[in-house]
């Protein structure tokens, strides 16, 4: 069974300090690896989806790398702003299913 | 935004009465999800389809149905609600087919909650 892990759980950051998020899975064999941000009372957004091809993908101040082969997902995210405050939770997928990450709150102070 | 909409938003029921929710989506998507978020465990996937009248059980598929009409409708429905169906549950979608789940939207999601 997939296990996913994020750490820390939680993250308080001055506004302008970069944000480094990490995501490991136990089981290499994924097709993709997405990251979402979740906002209170509300769902999931698509920031960013990674094939099991690629290193990287971008998206303005958001940046995320995966490495299959160590099970490692890295979301880094540019000079924060506190309407970054958010949930970010990452997500792979092995066939038809997604197994989620707890996730990491993040919280940018002005 | 992905066209997605769930219905209703918020509900309170009582233990073993049935609860239908709905998920409507306007993408024309092949594959729709129902998930439920709970603290200390995360998004867990109940039931999924890939196609009309083409569905699957999840991981906690226990104590749920779905039925899949029509493209753009996926109705997950409590058979007897119980306290630990109270939830918050999402419906997904996806245009990858089933070996790749490609990219997901989600919907708004349902708040449920049995007393």
């Known amino acids: 069974k997939q296990e996913v892990t994020q750490i820390p759980a939680a993250l308080s950051v001055p506004e302008g300090e970069n944000l480094v998020l990490n995501c490991s899975f136990t089981d290499s064999a994924i097709y993709n690896l997405q990251w979402f941000r979740q906002d209170p009372g509300k769902g999931l957004t698509s920031l960013l989806l990674i094939q099991s091809s690629q290193r990287e993908q971008t998206s303005g101040r958001l940046n995320a790398s995966l490495d299959k082969s160590s099970g490692r997902s890295t979301l880094y995210i540019a000079a924060s702003q506190p309407g970054d405050s958010a949930t970010y939770l990452c997500?792979?997928?092995?066939?038809?299913?997604?197994?989620f990450g707890a996730g990491t709150t993040v919280t940018v102070r002005a | 935004d992905a066209g997605i909409t769930q219905s209703p938003r918020h509900k309170v029921t009582e233990t073993g009465t049935p609860v239908t929710l709905r998920c409507h989506q306007t993408?024309?998507?092949?594959?729709m999800y129902w998930y439920r978020q709970d603290p200390g465990h995360g998004l867990r996937l109940i039931h999924y389809?890939?196609?009309?009248?083409?569905?699957d059980k999840g991981e906690v598929s226990d104590g749920y149905s779905v039925s899949r009409s029509k493209t753009e409708d996926f109705l997950l429905t409590l058979e007897s609600a119980t306290s630990s169906q109270t939830s918050v549950y999402f419906c997904a979608i996806s245009e990858k087919d089933r070996a790749n789940t490609g990219e997901l939207f989600f919907g708004e999601g349902s708040r449920l909650t049995v007393l």
């Open positions: 389809s890939y196609g009309v009248k083409d569905t």
């Open positions: 993408e024309n998507h092949r594959y």
């Open positions: 997500a792979v997928s092995n066939d038809y299913k997604l197994s």
